[in-house]
């Protein structure tokens, strides 16, 4: 390969894989004093320079000017200098740069030179992709499943391949090779093989930034999505909030006959999804965030943040929901421990004691009644 052949193959390089030419020619060019040490005996004084435009290399020496030389590799006599470049005028203690460039490095030296810039490249290729994939850090991308690797699953990414652990797993859904799937990146470490990345299914930011993608309205600010409370693989909660009076916010959610809000459901495997309007009045937002349930009186505590919830007797198992879900996502919508109860239990009557009767505290966690 000569020098032309050599910055063609660099710009390439650089065009394919983002690795920028400058950083292989200084590469190449350290790797080409390493070689000069073994035709020196050392490296220290040797420099190397490769043209940027046409490829050229030059090895220069850097020599002190001495009296009388001890060390030929680092050191030239005065007289030596004054005979070879009779127009500088140098003196005792300047350095001269004399050009040692060799006709051939030889096969070792051009084998050490190619090991180390093929090292670079790899080094480069995988700061690329760190760099790549840490811009998309907490947020959402396409991948494709590769293979299960024990109970966790293999993604790739394209130019690199993600780890979804069991725990970011939704629960409802198996996992097939080739099949393509939206996954949040959680996190991207840096590691001697390359960037680790780790993704999730479960968490609930995907579900924000899914209707970021597919609502215009999320996109341009005048709608936000104020909280979102997941119970991964089942159902969802999510409350948003309009800046416009002329827009709703759930509608522009839902889409046209539910277009918006279903393709999101069928990315995420049939999971339920209930929007509800934000409100800044605790009472209304709970009561907003009980729905479907119907709520006759909300009671808050903002000190303490509690609620007390009174629903309609024949809604009290709707409201709680199954296994306590809708409450549960509901007291993590609104940060609120929540206690619902009957209009019956509440007037005082004395009615058979259900089993899922008590509250759901502001973290989701079911605190039971005695």
């Known amino acids: 390969m000569d020098a032309k052949e050599l910055i063609e193959a660099l710009n390439l390089l650089e065009k394919e894989k983002g690795i920028s030419k400058d950083i292989l020619l200084e590469a190449i060019e350290n790797s080409l ?8 005996g050392k490296a220290d004084n040797i420099k190397v320079n490769i043209d940027r ?6 090895v220069w020496a850097e020599k002190r000017v001495v009296e009388e030389v001890e060390d030929e590799v680092e050191e030239i006599s005065l007289a030596e200098a004054t005979i070879k470049f009779p127009a500088e005028k140098y003196e005792i203690g300047d350095t001269v740069n004399i050009e040692v460039t060799p006709k051939n490095f030889g096969r070792i030296a051009a084998q050490k030179a190619k090991q180390v810039v093929v090292q670079k490249i790899r080094e480069e290729e995988r700061k690329a992709i760190y760099n790549q994939y ?5 947020e959402v991308v396409t991948g494709v499943v590769q293979r299960y690797i024990g109970n ?3 993604v790739n990414l394209g130019k690199c391949e993600a780890i979804l652990m069991e725990g970011e797993q939704l629960r409802t859904e198996t996992y097939r090779p080739n099949d393509r799937i939206k996954v949040y990146v959680m996190e991207v470490k840096e590691t001697t093989k390359g960037p680790r990345v780790t993704v999730s299914r479960s968490h609930p930011e995907l579900v924000k930034r899914l209707f970021e993608e597919e609502v215009t309205e999320i996109r341009d600010g005048v709608v936000e999505i104020k909280a979102v409370s997941r119970d991964a693989g089942f159902r969802t909660k999510m409350a948003v909030k309009s800046y416009d009076a002329n827009v709703d916010p759930v509608g522009a959610c839902v889409g046209v006959n539910g277009a918006r809000v279903n393709a999101i459901v069928n990315e995420l495997g049939g999971e339920k999804i209930d929007i509800i309007t934000w409100s800044d009045v605790p009472e209304v937002l709970i009561e907003n965030a009980l729905s479907p349930a119907k709520v006759v009186s909300v009671t808050v505590n903002e000190e303490e943040r509690t609620a ?5 007797d024949y809604q009290l198992s709707l409201a709680i929901g199954r296994e306590g879900q809708n409450a549960r996502l509901a007291a993590k919508l609104t940060g609120y421990k929540i206690d619902i109860k009957s209009e019956l239990a509440q007037g005082g009557a004395k009615p058979k004691k259900k089993a899922n009767e008590g509250y759901y505290d502001d973290m989701g966690n079911w605190m039971g009644e005695d």
Do not use: D, F, L, M
């Not at 435009?53 to 030059?58: H, M, R």
């Not at 840490?134 to 907490?138: L, T």
């Not at 007390?308 to 309609?312: G, T």
């Open 33 to 40: 004093i390493a070689a000069c040490k073994n035709n020196y």
């Open 53 to 58: 435009k046409t490829g050229e290399v030059v």
């Open 134 to 138: 840490s811009e998309k850090q907490r």
């Open 152 to 154: 966790n699953v293999s």
């Open 308 to 312: 007390q919830v009174i629903v309609p």
